[in-house]
T-cell receptor, first 115, second 112 residues
Framework: DAGVIQSPRHEVTEMGQEVTLRCKPI?????LFWYRQTMMRGLELLIY????????DSGMPEDRFSAKMPNASFSTLKIQPSEPRDSAVYFC?????????????FGEGSWLTVV | SQKIEQNSEALNIQEGKTATLTCNYT??????LQWYRQDPGRGPVFLLL?????KEKRKERLKVTFDTTLKQSLFHITASQPADSATYLC???????????FGGGTRVLVKP
């Protein structure tokens, strides 16, 4: 299996622009997670889905952030409008769920810089 | 409030020695506790999982303990090697909700 695939790997955008991050989970995994990692705050859970349904979005920082999972093999995280403080690494991860105790597999991350 | 605390200071250790990392948590009731390794520029990679009713788990040179009374897990790397240099993250896996929450991670540097 190719693992969790994220795109783009790197993005530099200007403040106020819309940013869309994409994720393809591992085939057969029905839980998908979006995390954000910064030096100051570590790895924060933004939102997760079970069977394409958003379960907990309490980690989404504000209304500028939105996430969708239109089908089992694709998810997007959108930031509109983007701000410099959104600069971070955004990780998508998936696992076989919704069961605790299963391994979670991460993508390589999308490195976002907002200038 | 809920907290997962790992030592934010880097752990510098001589090759061949044992590295011991701690993970303390507050106001969680994890069914499982997981440890991950993260290399610079990469996503975290799973290492070990321990259940709430297990005291200890081993995998090759790695050992994890889990004390639900102390609300603490210890992660040991025995006979450490320079290739073990990385950041190590603990994650709490609660039975309800399928939610995996991570600590801040501890960076380990093994010197030859």
């Amino acid at each position: 299996d190719a693992g969790v695939i994220q795109s783009p790997r790197h993005e530099v955008t200007e403040m106020g622009q819309e940013v869309t991050l994409r994720c393809k989970p591992i085939s057969g995994h029905n839980s998908l997670f979006w995390y954000r990692q910064t030096m100051m705050r570590g790895l924060e859970l933004l939102i997760y889905f079970n069977n394409n349904v958003p379960i907990d979005d309490s980690g989404m920082p504000e209304d500028r952030f939105s996430a969708k999972m239109p089908n089992a093999s694709f998810s997007t995280l959108k930031i509109q409008p983007s701000e410099p403080r959104d600069s971070a690494v955004y990780f998508c991860a998936s696992r076989l769920g919704p069961f605790s105790g299963n391994t979670i597999y991460f993508g390589e991350g999308s490195w976002l810089t907002v200038v | 409030s809920q907290k997962i605390e790992q030592n934010s200071e880097a752990l510098n250790i001589q090759e061949g020695k044992t590295a011991t990392l701690t993970c303390n948590y507050t106001n969680y009731s994890p069914a499982y506790l997981q440890w991950y390794r993260q290399d610079p520029g990469r996503g975290p990679v799973f290492l070990l999982l321990i259940r709430e009713n297990e005291k200890e788990k081993r995998k090759e040179r790695l050992k994890v303990t889990f004390d639900t009374t102390l609300k603490q897990s210890l992660f040991h790397i025995t006979a450490s090697q320079p290739a073990d240099s990385a950041t190590y993250l603990c994650a709490l896996d609660e039975a309800a909700g399928n939610k995996l929450t991570f600590g801040g991670g501890t960076r380990v540097l093994v010197k030859p």
